[in-house]
């Protein structure tokens, strides 16, 4: 029941920003978008999350549409260590044991 | 930081025998996820607990059993093992009220079936 959609794979220089973008068409109103990556075979590592607001952190940037069904995920200079996997995920953020469901993702590869 | 701690990192088994994973949360979190990860597949969701109540259940075999504990530690029992449990097993937790409600995940356990 993966209510996202990501292209799956992009490519990125080094030193540049990388742009990754994720359809919820059908997200509710009660739903936030999350962003996770899954460096090779580690455990999926939180990025960030918003609701219709951009987010900022050390991390990365959230920019979400105004009728909030899409999304990108900036991370403004990527380095090699940023080559992962990213999940763009909808979530019920409080109030409930919402799960994260884990659609295909983006695979992200930072190249010299 | 405290994280999610897992234990063990990695499990050899036999096929028919069982095995037992154990989830550490974050201090203070009340709820815990699993999911597995076959090779070269994103992660699925098994189950969760919510104050030691079973919350949600996804693709979970009849042959796994899981329940989270009076500390919020959280075990995934697997018996009956087949080949095709070899994977990596993910454990999340979180606040379900809060200002920080997001999941954060351990490093894992590699079962391994042969």
């Known amino acids: 029941d993966a209510k996202t959609t990501q292209p799956p794979s992009m490519d990125c220089a080094e030193g540049r920003a990388a742009n990754l973008p994720c359809n919820h068409s059908t997200i509710s109103g009660n739903e936030y978008v999350y962003w996770y990556r899954q460096i090779h075979s580690q455990g999926p590592q939180y990025i960030i999350h918003g609701l219709k607001n951009n987010e900022t952190n050390e991390m990365a940037s959230l920019i979400i549409t105004e009728d909030r069904k899409s999304s990108t995920l900036i991370l403004p200079h990527a380095t090699l260590r940023d080559t992962a996997v990213y999940y763009c995920?909808?979530?019920?953020?409080?109030?409930?044991?919402?799960?994260?469901?884990f659609g295909t993702g983006t695979r992200l590869q930072v190249t010299l | 930081a405290a994280g999610v701690i897992q234990s063990p990192r990695h499990l050899i088994k036999e096929k028919r025998e069982t095995a037992t994973l154990k989830c550490y949360p974050i201090p203070r979190h009340d709820t815990v996820y699993w999911y597995q990860q076959g090779p070269g597949q994103d992660p699925q969701f098994l189950i969760s607990f919510y104050e030691k109540m079973q919350s949600d259940k996804g693709s979970i075999p009849d042959r796994f059993s899981a329940q989270q504990f009076s500390d919020y530690h959280s075990e995934l029992n697997m018996s009956s093992l087949e080949l095709g449990d070899s994977a990596l097993y993910f454990c999340?937790?979180?606040?379900?009220?809060?200002?920080?409600?997001?999941?954060?995940f351990g490093q894992g356990t590699r079962l391994t079936v042969v």
């Open positions: 995920i909808v979530r019920v953020r409080t109030g409930t044991a919402s799960k994260l469901t």
């Open positions: 999340a937790s979180s606040l379900v009220q809060g200002t920080n409600t997001e999941a954060f």
